[in-house]
Structures are given as C-alpha cells and as structure tokens.
C-alpha cells in the first residue's frame, strides 16, 4: 500500500550526529518532492526541510541550515536527513511528508505522512 | 517571515454542535493555506489545500473559506473523532510556516 516508514531515530548526545531514512512504497516515488517536518514533545509542527523529486534542489529552515543534509535515493525509493552537530532544541519525532505536487510539480503541501521517527538529544 | 496565528487556543464543544476555527497570516498569502488535523500519537492529516479543497477522502463536515490573511476551517455536526488538534500551514513562503495549533476538545 500507499506509505512512508522513518527509521533512524535514537537518543543521542549533544554535537554527535544521526541519520534518519524515509522508505517510501506504493507510489512512484521519483514523481515526488518530499519533506522533513518536525515536532518537538508537546509542541507544534515545524517543517524542517524539502528536496526536489530529482534531487536537484533543497531548502532548510535556518535553524538547521549547515547541519543537516536532505537526500534521497530513488534507485531505493528512499529519503534521508544527515542531522549533525545536533543540539537539545533538535529533540522532536521526525516526520517525511509527501508533496502533494506529484507530476513533477511541487505544491508545498504534505499528503502523505510517515509515523514518525524521535530523535531524542541529551547527555 | 509570515506568521500565522490561531485562534482560538483551544475550543471545547459537544458532538453535533459547529466548530469554528480561524487562522491568521501576518500578510496577505491568496489562498495558499493548508489545513491539518492530528490526533494524540499519530502523524498529521491533510484536510483542506488552497483555503478551501478537502483532500481525498475528507468527510463533506470539513469545509475550509479565507482569503488573503483571514482563514476559517469549519467542521459541521462534530463526530467524536473530530476531537484532535488542528494546524494551518503556508505553502508560498519559506519556511513554509504552521500555525501553533487549535484543540478541540470535548465539553
């Protein structure tokens, strides 16, 4: 069926690094901008960041521009998130979102949700 | 940056009664606005894009209306599971913001 698996999160410490993926199945995945959204414990969702459906570009909030790294590999059907040099304020669960876009086109919205991945950072 | 502001807080209602929620934009963003609901545990749902089209699947209850910076998403003879929180979201400017989210909840 039509889905999003995150794995990779963990509890790790402050200035080390992690590495979340984001399997995608049931869709042609190639076909799709996909995102990072994130939500810390209690709190709103945060988008973190989007890559094309090629690869070809990326944006980041600013509050993770120059530590972590989008990325997919559609070969694998699969989207990544380098988070490194994490601080406390990066514990949230993690969420890939699917673009609504599809057909090349990104559109900015999230119609496809993964169950989410917690990436806790603490000493 | 465009802020978005949600009001209210949260919002305590009985089932069958209307649910009326707003969402703020700091400027004028057309119709670019997303609605979301999410229950405790569990990922986001898309609901309502561009102001006012429900997604696939949405019950005909949710029905979304704005433009410009004043947005509503109104929700028809609540269901019980309708009670969950619900976030606005701006799709035309980076960082595409959300708004902090507007609890139902159950009276």
């Known amino acids: 069926q039509v889905q999003l698996v995150e794995s990779g999160g963990g509890v790790v410490q402050p200035g080390r690094s992690l590495r979340l993926s984001c399997a995608a199945s049931g869709f042609t995945f190639s076909d799709y901008g996909m995102h990072w959204v994130r939500q810390a414990p209690g709190k709103g969702l945060e988008w973190v960041a989007v890559i094309w459906n090629d690869g070809s570009n990326n944006y980041y909030v600013d509050s993770v521009k120059g530590r972590f790294t989008i990325s997919r590999d559609n070969s694998k059907n699969t989207m990544y998130l380098q988070m490194n040099s994490l601080r406390a304020e990066d514990t949230a669960v993690y969420y890939c979102a699917r673009d609504s876009g599809g057909q090349l086109l990104l559109r900015n919205y999230f119609d496809l949700w993964g169950q989410g991945t917690l990436v806790t950072v603490s000493s | 940056e465009i802020v978005l502001t949600q009001s209210p807080a949260t919002l305590s209602l009985s089932p069958g009664e209307r649910a009326t929620l707003s969402c703020r934009a700091s400027?004028?963003?057309?119709?670019?606005l997303a609605w979301y609901q999410q229950k405790p545990g569990r990922a986001p749902r898309l609901l309502i894009y561009?102001?006012?089209i429900r997604a696939t699947g949405i019950p005909a209850r949710f029905s979304g209306s704005g433009s410009g910076t004043t947005f509503t998403l109104t929700i028809d003879s609540l269901e019980p599971e309708d009670f969950a929180v619900y976030y606005c979201q701006l799709r035309s400017a980076w960082p595409l913001p959300f708004g902090q989210g507007t609890k139902l909840e159950i009276k």
């Open positions: 400027q004028s963003i057309s119709s670019f």
């Open positions: 561009d102001a006012s």
